[in-house]
């Protein structure tokens, strides 16, 4: 897998990309603290299938700055897609976890004719009045880590200090984009969609909880349900290769369309 650095909006944005022998290009996007990195087992297990861009966020990775055109979280759908002029990327499906997958939501009502499928896995940006959303950064790092992880104890002891303070770090910048984003729920917009859509959620997600992601697959008009046991909010971590299998099977079926 090669890493790319590109300058874009004034910014230095890391691009990780897997090339393969098909015609499909793949976006990934992570979501908050997190980083171009976070679906590399899913890149490498679908190479054959085409191209594989994973685009890590600046300042939403907790490192670099956010660039200054980047004022609300309906933003960042845009920034991408000028990441993906720079690369040359005209359509492709979009994967994305978390506010990654906000972005790819975002991304397919704004300019559908260049999304040609949508994978969104613990999506944000769909809220319901009965569903609790927690603040993370309000949380102990304990019950942080219980809310991200069906297991947390595996994870914690791959996490420095370093590795936290990072995380914390894009919550803060998160938590001031969404305060000056107008559009926070795409609830109302969800039946817009025209990209057949694969949403995947973590039984045990304690973060963006799974009614939300129910709500989701039954507002688009082209959508299926995965709901994975011993999972949470990162499930391309916690099952990494029932993730990669349905994102397999997902593009054979956009082929055979």
């Keep these: 897998m090669k890493r790319l650095k590109i300058q874009q909006d004034g910014q230095i ?3 990780y990309e897997q090339n393969g022998a ?3 290009t793949v976006v990934f996007l992570h979501g908050v603290g997190s980083t171009g990195k976070v679906w590399a087992y899913q890149m490498r297990g679908l190479r054959e299938a085409g191209r594989m861009i994973g685009i890590e966020l600046p300042g939403l990775s907790g490192l670099g700055e956010l660039p200054d055109t980047v004022q609300e979280l ?6 991408v897609f000028r990441v993906l002029d720079a690369l040359e990327v005209w359509e492709a499906v979009w994967v994305g976890n978390s506010l990654g997958g906000r972005i790819a939501l975002e991304a397919s009502l704004t300019v559908p004719e260049r999304v040609q499928g949508l994978v969104l896995a613990c999506s944000a940006g769909v809220l319901l009045p009965e569903v609790h959303v927690p603040n993370l950064l309000e949380l102990p790092h304990s019950e942080m880590d219980r809310r991200l992880f069906w297991q947390p104890e595996l994870f914690q002891v791959l996490q420095s200090d370093e590795s936290r303070a990072a995380t914390v770090r894009a919550r803060h910048l998160y938590d001031q984009l969404a305060a000056r984003t107008r559009a926070i729920d795409l609830c109302d917009r969800l039946q817009e969609v025209q990209a057949k859509a694969l949403v995947i959620w973590g039984e045990h ?3 963006i909880p ?3 992601g129910a709500a989701v697959a039954a507002g688009i008009p082209d959508a299926q349900l995965l709901v994975l046991e011993r999972s949470a909010h990162v499930p391309q971590i ?7 299998d349905a994102i ?3 593009l054979t079926e956009l082929r055979a369309e």
């Design 248 to 250: 397999a099977t997902f």
């Design 22 to 24: 098909g015609h499909r």
């Design 205 to 207: 997600d304690g973060v």
């Design 238 to 244: 916690e099952q990494p290769e029932r993730v990669l």
């Design 13 to 15: 944005v890391t691009v």
């Design 74 to 79: 309906s933003d960042l759908a845009p920034f």
């Design 210 to 212: 799974l009614p939300i």
